[in-house]
């Protein structure tokens, strides 16, 4: 696993990405995620994975002191250019602040 810094995680994401997923996990509220997010996620393949170390900082949304950033794609997300279908790369972004799973989930566009 790389580790990388706040900055380098950054030059990861633009700002015309797409956010399809942003979801908290709380056990005790025994919560759960359905619709298409959903099921993007559970076809999600990673092909990477990152840590990201921070002191306590926010990160896309999350905030933690360690981020799991997992980049790949999923068989139920794909765009049409040029008339031919291709999956975009995602990035699915983890952490966990007191008791609470965070996850989120990007659509990152060519040259991202």
């Known amino acids: 696993m790389h580790v990388l810094s706040k900055y380098q995680a950054e030059l990861m994401f633009r ?7 942003d979801y908290s996990f709380d056990p005790i509220e025994n919560t759960s995620m359905d619709g298409d997010a959903m099921q993007i996620l559970r076809f999600f393949h990673a092909n990477e994975v990152y840590q990201l170390n921070l002191d306590d900082d926010y990160f896309k949304g999350i905030r933690a002191n360690t981020f799991c950033i997992e980049v790949g794609w999923s068989e139920l997300y794909s765009v049409y250019r040029n ?14 602040h007191k008791g609470t799973r965070m996850i989120t ?8």
């Open 83 to 96: 008339g031919a279908e291709t999956y975009p790369a995602l990035y699915l972004i983890t952490a966990n």
């Open 15 to 21: 700002e015309t990405d797409r956010l399809l997923l």
């Open 105 to 112: 989930m990007w659509a990152v566009e060519e040259g991202g």
